[in-house]
């Protein structure tokens, strides 16, 4: 069988969506199908990632225009141009990822979607909404959007025409035929409330190879990070770790009101772009790695840790906290969107209320102060990662998925 993957680029530093398609890429390929991606930017060398032929001038003059009126994509038209590619033409089943920010118009998609059965997978509320991927509180997607509480969440807006954007996707929808996986039951149930529901949903779960990340020892870890060892490490990773939807500045909040016995005992862990204004913010001491995109090293920085936090404001998923899981490390964060499925409340870690700094400070010192609880939250976490959120399930999953759609 041959899949052809689509997303805006195969850099998974842009985002965990393009990280999640090409682990299910090169994980397809070793169990034998004849996995491809076409994508709009193209940052490898890889033979089987190809980019999509665009006209950048034709696409730049009409982005002027409509980015003026408030919408985001419709201008990126070189998606019409998608079923010419000689890699969509030789696909069994096209599957797309998220398509966005600015590559694809999704007004292509009836066009794409009569020619080849697809699977569109969401890894946030794009889809879903009349421009943002984290739609907060608004429940506007429900009927319509309109009147945008929040235009500057990404992918932000210069004005509010949310309500055509969700008209004219919702138009689309209709004259398309696809299948929708979502990664989490929450946002599988969103899937269906809204004006995706005519349309086939499933929930199929990320996974992770179980071999990579996996529980190392605590104390090499340790050394090869230049990590103290006698200190308690609190680990926070995200590709920025100041956009407003991680919660940094929750994050900030919470340990300042950490106790004083913890707080000089502590070494804050950063994964990710901006680690400096985390550090700023707080008198405990900070090891900032920057972006990690080997895998290894991620597991290395997870075994090292004895507590993952993520402040999260909004969440499909939750993809580092599932890589925390399979480290054995347990996980403090806020009960939002889909963390709700792989942070569970006395087995793997600890659930705060949302905005609620004094509540996460709870979580993590209950579980600093606790090393028993701690230690069995571990071996919960490293149990259910494996028997629920495998790679190898996912492609299984996957696979009977997409023999289901080509039939």
Known sequence: MRILHLHSTDNSRAAGGVLVMTRLHEELKRAGLDSRILCGTKTSGAAD?????????????????TAQVGLN????????????APEFQAADVLHIHGPHPNFFSYLALPKLTQRKPTIFTLHDMWA?????????????WRTGCGKCPYPDATPAVRRDATALDWRLKRWSYA????????????????????????????????????????????????????????????????????????????????LQLLPERLRRRMVLLLLGENAQELACATDIPVVGLGYIGNDHIKAIAYSAADLYVSPTRAEAFGLTLLESMACGTPLVTFNVG????TVRPGETGYLARPEDPEDLCAGITALLDDDTARLRAGERCRAIAVAEYSLELQVQRYLELYQQVAA
């Open 338 to 341: 889909g963390v709700t499925e």
């Open 128 to 140: 879903l909404t009349g421009h943002c991927a984290v739609s907060y509180d608004c429940e506007r």
């Open 73 to 84: 994509d419709i201008h990126a038209v070189s998606a019409f141009g998608v079923p010419d």
């Open 49 to 65: 990632v190809s980019q999509i032929r665009r006209n950048v001038p034709l696409e730049g003059a009409l982005r002027r225009v």
């Open 175 to 254: 004259r398309s035929q696809f299948h929708v996986t979502a990664p989490s039951r929450w946002l599988a149930e969103r899937a269906r409330q809204s004006m995706l529901g005519h349309l086939p949903v499933h929930y199929l779960p990320h996974g992770l190879d179980m071999a990579v990340y996996e529980p190392l020892d605590k104390a090499e870890c340790r050394r090869i990070l230049q990590l103290p060892a006698d200190k308690l490490v609190l680990m926070f990773a995200a590709v920025r770790l100041n956009q407003r939807s991680k919660g940094g500045d929750l994050l900030i909040k919470a």
